[in-house]
């Protein structure tokens, strides 16, 4: 099955608007997948190397509507995280660069945009909607999951994610 209809069906799965009460707890044990992917510039991302710093790993796709709406807030949670050690690592979910490159240049994304051309991120993450978010903590283990979109500039996202240690 094509990978885009395939993410399509997880978008029409009803995937609506999320609240950070929808955050998910990640048991502890539960091992961080690898994640070593490069950007539109061709520089290489190693999770492991922002150890140390909170990091929202983000799966999305152009097509994804809430993807597209949510993108402007996480610009803003950027700003509101203040001098909090924080990243956010959007990873697209195996589309072309020249249509990531269009949605970046209407969007405007403050972070790096992570390119999985052949999947293998999205199976080793377990990802199965657009979007899927982890937030890794500073010892580099996944702390909290939601799947679907989300205003990240909420107050109460902001205070949750500046409480992680």
Sequence with gaps: MNKKLLLIIFLLAGIGAVHASNLQAVDAS???PALKLR???GKEHDLSQYRGQIVLVQFWATYCTPCRKEMPSMN????????VPFRILAVNMGETDEEVKTFV???????P???DPDGH???????????????????GKVRYTLFGGV????DELVT????IK
Aim: charge should be neutral.
């Design 121 to 139: 991120s999205i199976t080793d993450w377990k990802v199965f909607a657009a979007p899927s978010n982890f937030i890794v903590g500073p010892d």
């Design 105 to 111: 240049k209407e969007v405007k994304p403050d972070f």
């Design 30 to 32: 539960t091992i961080t």
């Design 39 to 41: 950007d539109l510039n």
């Design 160 to 163: 949750t994610l500046k409480a």
């Design 76 to 83: 803003n949670l950027m700003k509101k995280m203040g001098k």
């Design 151 to 154: 205003e990240w500039d909420s």
């Design 113 to 115: 945009i992570l390119m």
